[in-house]
Every structure is written in structure tokens, then in C-alpha cells.
């Protein structure tokens, strides 16, 4: 078996250049231009995962047909030249279909709540693909085509290496830390080591300067320190953020992941690669930017230390102080919200937690029956990834046109008889327009205050949102607490405005 043949077949190798492979990247390229297009907005996810796949179809078949067995294909560098033979092919296609079937297993029973640990799952993958390449590349040059005779490295090449390898540690244990902190097995909770910012900046320095160095002594202790520092630093960099940032955390992760993959694609010559990868990068660095202006925060104060850099307030405490507030139940939701003309739904993580999107939705339209006109509110960052909440009311069949982010229904709380506010906190809370000392201070908020009635679903009133503070409005005048599950809540309603409660 020729194993270089494999490694370029895999990576698309620095073979002459086909015309024909060109056209058929472009082509792919575009389609994933076309797919994030599609993927911006719910009502045309589907047809954008649809071009995703035809256009990674594309360049995966490409690599292949390019590399076909028993053909020979002269390498840009150094002469060298590779043919792939029947078992190196075989091995790939093996490889395409165990992939493909865990793939589609774990699509098939993951739930949509838990899709937040999955992309950080996925991201960490990418991220140690990045760094298995930057190895094998680093391992064999000459498989890659970018040694010269005496076996060193261009340095070119070296640049490439370094950042890849770098990016793709970063982004694999930074992604296990968010997955085990989406998935629970961590606390949410910021993790505050002591001297955590110098310990940072000073690994990060080291990581930056033996890149540096690589590129003048391609040594194995220095490659194989930057890496290590770069797993290391992943794991420090996002120990310290709490929960309320994770959105920002996953589309961050994203972007690296990117990075990394398009850095990798310079150093094999994959056209592919590194259009892919510029993709996923820019598109992950603007929706964190997006992310970050959402909440009116700075992306490095996040990854300084997050929501709740306080440790005390960061530990999720219980309300500061005993106040009174008004209990409710299904049966006087149902009421409130059969009576009214117009109510304004704001699901939160608690709704994903409970799986209640579905209950949701059937209470919707039992209101939208006796003629209340309902409509959804989302913030950018509610739920544990960007677009959480779109992703969970499309999957209940919520209609796209009831849905609304902040900026386009904030001015109509005022107008609302009733804000049914189901399983959100932070994003709810006035704290961050009226206390400057508060870690949300700042953060642009759904109005629900400004409704002439507030219907709070809530676990109970021990607990606060993970950003450590309590909220206001649940000690309204206006405000209704219903206090238990939030799914079994939607549940008793539906079943009171039918008719067929207690």
C-alpha cells in the first residue's frame, strides 16, 4: 500500500494542477457560499444543508477521481510523483463509510436540545483532524511535497504548519471543555484559576514565539511543545466562561475551526480546503461578533473570563433577598391568555431543558383558535448556541412568520396583554439597563416588563439564570410566577384552554 499516495489522496495532495479539479472546487466553493446563505434563516435551512452536502459531495469525489487508481500525477515540489493504488482507495471509501454511517446514526437519535454539545462535539473533531494532518505532514514532508531535498521543510510551509497545528489544539480542547459544559458533566459555572491572565498570555507568548522559531529549527521538541502549550491553552481559555456565554463560545469555536482547516489547506495545496475553511472561519468570526454586540460586551472580555467573572455571582446563587411574589397556575394562564388580544411567547433555555417546544406550539394554536394573535420573541443569545430557540420552535413546526428577534418586536411588549416568558431569565432581566454592578449590565433585554401581564414559567424560585443574578421581574405587580416543569406547565395549559382541564 502506498501510504503517500493515501495522504495526498486524502488531502488533495500539491499535484499538477487539472483543470477540470479546478472547475469542480470552484463549483463546490460556490455551493458553499450558497448553503450559508440558505442556513441564515430557518425557511431556507433545508435547501442550504442541501447545497452543503452537494458541494462537499463535490470536492470529496474530486480528490478521489483526480487520484484515481492507476493514474500518475507529478507533484508540484521536488518531482515527486504518487499513484494511488486499489487497496490505498479502498481503505478511503471504508474510512467515507464508517464516517457516514455514525453520522447518520447520531442524527437520527440526537434530540434537538442537545444539538448545542453536538456542534461542540463536531467542532472538536475538526479541530484534531487539523492537528493529525499538521503531524503527518510534519512526520513525512515528502508525502506532502513541501521538503526540499536535504528533507527540510519550506518555511513557508513551516508558517502553515505551525498556525494549523496551533488553531486545531486550541479549537479541539477548548470544544471538549464547551461540550462537557453543555452536556452537564461540568459545572456551568465559571471555573476561576488563580492568575488565569497571566498564565494565558504567558502560554500563548510561548505558543507564539516557537512558532516563530519553527520556522528557522523544524526540531520535534519544538513542534511537538506548540502543540502540547496549544492543547493546554485551549482547555484554560475556556474553563473560565460561564454558561451565559457559551453562544458566544460555540460560534467562536466554529470560527477556529475554520481557521485551522483553511491553514491546513495551504500547506497540502487543497483548494477545497482552504476555501471551506475561509468560509466556516469568517462566518463563525462574524456571527461572534454578532454574538458579542448582542449581549454589549467586548469578544475579548468573554474570553477573559465571561458572565459571572465573580466567582460568588459565577457560583449561581440563590435570590439576595426574600421578596414577595404572586404564584399562579395553568388554569389562571389559560385564562389570562384566552382573554387577550394580543401575547407576546419568549422561550429560554428552560424550554429546551424540558423539551417543551412541542407543548408550546399546541398552546399557541389553541390561542390562535379563540382568536388571540400570537407571536414568538427571541434574543440573539437565548439557549446555549447561536439561533437555539429558531432551531427548537422549527423543529415544533412553529410558522416562521410568527417568529421575531429583539430589535423587531422589543417595541411591541408595550402593546402586549400578556408576555408568556418560558424558561428565560437572564435575557429578561432588567439588571441590565438598571445596575451597573450587575455582569449583564449593559446587555440588550426583551422588554417583558413592559406587558400589561407577565407569565413567568419557572422551576422554581431558589434558582437564577447562569448568569448569577436574580430578576426583577419576577416580583412585579404584574408578574404570575408558574413554578414547576416547564413542558408539563404548556402541557396544563393547552389542556385548560380545551376545555379539558381541572
Known amino acids: 500500500m502506498d501510504v ?30 450558497l448553503a450559508l446563505r440558505g442556513l441564515s434563516s430557518p425557511a431556507t435551512a433545508q435547501s442550504g444543508n442541501r447545497f452543503g452536502m452537494i458541494g462537499m459531495t463535490i470536492a470529496v469525489v474530486t480528490t478521489l477521481l483526480t487520484h484515481a487508481p492507476g493514474t500518475n500525477t507529478s507533484a508540484a515540489h521536488d518531482g515527486w510523483a504518487f499513484t494511488l493504488d486499489t487497496i490505498g482507495l479502498i481503505e478511503i471509501l471504508a474510512a467515507i463509510g464508517i464516517g457516514a454511517v455514525i453520522g447518520i446514526v447520531m442524527a437520527r437519535r440526537i434530540a434537538m436540545t442537545a444539538m448545542p454539545q453536538l456542534v461542540a462535539a463536531f467542532h472538536s473533531l475538526v479541530g484534531l483532524a487539523a492537528v493529525a494532518v499538521a503531524a503527518a505532514a510534519y512526520l513525512n514532508p515528502g508525502a506532502f511535497g513541501i521538503a526540499d531535498a536535504a528533507g527540510q521543510i519550506h518555511t513557508v510551509s513551516r508558517i502553515e504548519m505551525g498556525l494549523g497545528i496551533a488553531i486545531g489544539a486550541i479549537t ?167 382573554q387577550a388580544e394580543n401575547v407576546i411567547i419568549v422561550p429560554g433555555y428552560g424550554m429546551a431543558v424540558a423539551q417543551a417546544q412541542h407543548a408550546l406550539r399546541e398552546m399557541a394554536d389553541q390561542l390562535k383558535k379563540e382568536g388571540v394573535n400570537v407571536k414568538y420573541a427571541i434574543h440573539p443569545v437565548a439557549g446555549r448556541m447561536p439561533g437555539h430557540m429558531n432551531v427548537l420552535l422549527a423543529e415544533a413546526n412553529v410558522p416562521y412568520d410568527e417568529v421575531f428577534e429583539l430589535e423587531d418586536i422589543n417595541g411591541e411588549f408595550a402593546q402586549a396583554d400578556v408576555a408568556f416568558v418560558i424558561g428565560a431569565n437572564d435575557v429578561t432581566n432588567p439588571a441590565a439597563k438598571t445596575d451597573k454592578s450587575s455582569p449583564i449590565y449593559g446587555m440588550p433585554i426583551l422588554d417583558v416588563a413592559n406587558a400589561k401581564t407577565v407569565l413567568f414559567v419557572k422551576r422554581s424560585m431558589g434558582g437564577v439564570g447562569y448568569a448569577g443574578v436574580d430578576n426583577d421581574v419576577f416580583y412585579m405587580d404584574q408578574t404570575m410566577m408558574l413554578l414547576g416543569d416547564a413542558k408539563k406547565m404548556a402541557d396544563d395549559i393547552v389542556k385548560a384552554l380545551s376545555g379539558s382541564g381541572h
Open 4 to 33: 503517500q499516495a493515501i495522504l495526498s489522496a486524502a488531502t488533495g495532495g500539491h499535484g499538477a494542477v487539472n483543470p477540470w479539479a479546478a472547475i469542480a472546487y470552484l463549483v463546490s466553493g460556490i455551493l458553499f457560499i
Open 172 to 338: 479541539f480542547s477548548g470544544s471538549v471543555i464547551a461540550f462537557l459544559k453543555l452536556n452537564g458533566n461540568m459545572s456551568g459555572a465559571p471555573i476561576m484559576l488563580p492568575g488565569r491572565h497571566v498564565i494565558n498570555l504567558g502560554t500563548l507568548a510561548a505558543i507564539i514565539g516557537l512558532t516563530a522559531y519553527f520556522t528557522q529549527d523544524q526540531s520535534p521538541w519544538v513542534f511537538w511543545t506548540i502543540t502540547g502549550l496549544s492543547f493546554a491553552i485551549g482547555f484554560l481559555l475556556i474553563i473560565p466562561i460561564g454558561g451565559a456565554d457559551m453562544p458566544v463560545v460555540v460560534s467562536m469555536l466554529n470560527s477556529y475551526s475554520g481557521w485551522a482547516a483553511a491553514a491546513m489547506g495551504f500547506t497540502l495545496g487543497n483548494t477545497a480546503m482552504i476555501i471551506t475553511g475561509a468560509l466556516v472561519g469568517s462566518s463563525g468570526a462574524i456571527l461572534s461578533y454578532i454574538m458579542c454586540r448582542a449581549m454589549n460586551r467586548s469578544f475579548i472580555s468573554v474570553i477573559a473570563g465571561g458572565f459571572g467573572a465573580d466567582a460568588e455571582a459565577g457560583a449561581g446563587g440563590g435570590a439576595k433577598e426574600q421578596r414577595p411574589w404572586k404564584p399562579g397556575s395553568a388554569d389562571d394562564a389559560a385564562f389570562l391568555m384566552s
